[in-house]
């Protein structure tokens, strides 16, 4: 398997939790962990594989005015990758219980832009075990990546990222 470069955001939280999780069960040899924060597109140019987690969009931050600055400051990059040859998985926290109208909603922004850009995405998820109203990160029926919810499901976070490794490994070469 070529070296994962696994990009994340915000830091200090349950994303970043769950990311080194990830790379822990794909091997620290084989992935690199790089916060979203300060990156830019030509960070992505070493990585065939990538890797993109995110946080969901909550209540604080439509009630502030102000978007979490993470993944909104990285947001001009993407215009900048090139996706020739790179092969993308995604995963996103979010809380079903308190947002079920939006769960793991910014999953779904962040596909939606790789997608525009004609991105190569694995790992979409069936939605049958999650319990929710709606979601952006819905396409086709499934999870455009892995939806955790460390709130109120962090019992299944370990077999949850396990059966999805499993899954994007098959793609990432």
Known sequence: MKKIGIFYGPTGGFTEKVAMLIQK?????????KPIIGAKANNLDKYDNIIFGCST????????GRPKPDWDVFKPEFDKINYSGKTFALFGLGDNISYPRHFVDNLGVIGGILLSK??????????????FTDSEALIDGKFI??????EFESDKTEARV???????????R
């Open 25 to 33: 069960k794909l091997g620290v040899e084989n992935a690199d962990l």
């Open 57 to 64: 969009i909550g209540g604080e931050t439509w009630d502030s």
């Open 118 to 131: 004609n991105a190569k995405i694995v790992g979409q998820i069936g939605k049958d075990e999650y319990e």
């Open 145 to 150: 990546g892995l939806p955790i919810n460390e």
């Open 162 to 172: 396990d059966d999805w490794i499993k899954l994007i490994a098959q793609d990432f």
